[in-house]
T-cell receptor, first 114, second 112 residues
Framework: AQSVTQLDSQVPVFEEAPVELRCNYS??????LFWYVQYPNQGLQLLLK??????LVKGINGFEAEFNKSQTSFHLRKPSVHISDTAEYFC????????????FGKGTHLIIQP | DGGITQSPKYLFRKEGQNVTLSCEQN?????MYWYRQDPGQGLRLIYY???????QKGDIAEGYSVSREKKESFPLTVTSAQKNPTAFYLC???????????FGPGTRLTVL
């Protein structure tokens, strides 16, 4: 079984500052990793994914993440945040291939302060 | 436009009543999923289906039931056996090839 730990439940950041949202996972097999964003009372939207290949993954809205196998981490970064980035961010993992469900972290609430 | 539809957006029921949440997709995806979201808990998998007429229990299946009679549809029934049904319910779908899941807008169920 796999698990995901999002180390911060809330991250307050000033507008135009950089941000990093941390995610660590545990799994006994190879994994696929995802970051999703959720705006209030809405579904989840995929920001980016790591399936294989380059460990630096670029996503939508200027976000990127780096897969670090030795540290079992997949931290999400953005060099300059905007007020519209205020949302809940979820890290998720799936073991191997197939169509099993995702295992999610508990989420990080990103709060952008003007 | 292709996507996932969940209805209704808000649902109120009395305690002890069964209720069915709808999920429809026109993405031609094989796999469909139901998740439950509670504040501060992330998403937890209830049931998933990789193919028509077949489904598997997720981590918190007790008190829920599903059917998958058509590729496009995966309704979830919250039964009276579910002890704490008030939550936000999200439906998702995926192809095996891409692995990522696409989510619907969710249904917020409140049991009074």
């Amino acid at each position: 079984a796999q698990s995901v730990t999002q180390l911060d439940s809330q991250v307050p950041v000033f507008e135009e500052a950089p941000v990093e949202l941390r995610c660590n996972y545990s799994s006994s097999v190879s994994v696929y990793l995802f970051w999703y964003v959720q705006y209030p009372n809405q579904g989840l939207q995929l920001l980016l994914k790591y399936l294989s290949g380059s460990t630096l993954v670029k996503g939508i809205n200027g976000f990127e993440a780096e897969f670090n196998k030795s540290q079992t981490s997949f931290h999400l970064r953005k060099p300059s945040v905007h007020i519209s980035d205020t949302a809940e961010y979820f890290c998720a993992v799936r073991a191997g291939g197939g169509a099993d469900g995702l295992t999610f972290g508990k989420g990080t609430h990103l709060i952008i302060q003007p | 436009d292709g996507g996932i539809t969940q209805s209704p957006k808000y649902l109120f029921r009395k305690e002890g009543q069964n209720v069915t949440l709808s999920c429809e997709q026109n993405l031609n995806h094989d796999a469909m999923y139901w998740y439950r979201q509670d504040p501060g808990q992330g998403l937890r998998l209830i049931y998933y289906s990789q193919i028509v007429n077949d489904f598997q229990k997720g981590d918190i299946a007790e008190g829920y039931s599903v059917s998958r009679e058509k590729k496009e549809s995966f309704p979830l029934t919250v039964t009276s056996a579910q002890k704490n049904p008030t939550a936000f319910y999200l439906c998702a779908s995926s192809t095996r090839a891409y692995n990522e899941q696409f989510f619907g807008p969710g249904t917020r169920l409140t049991v009074l």
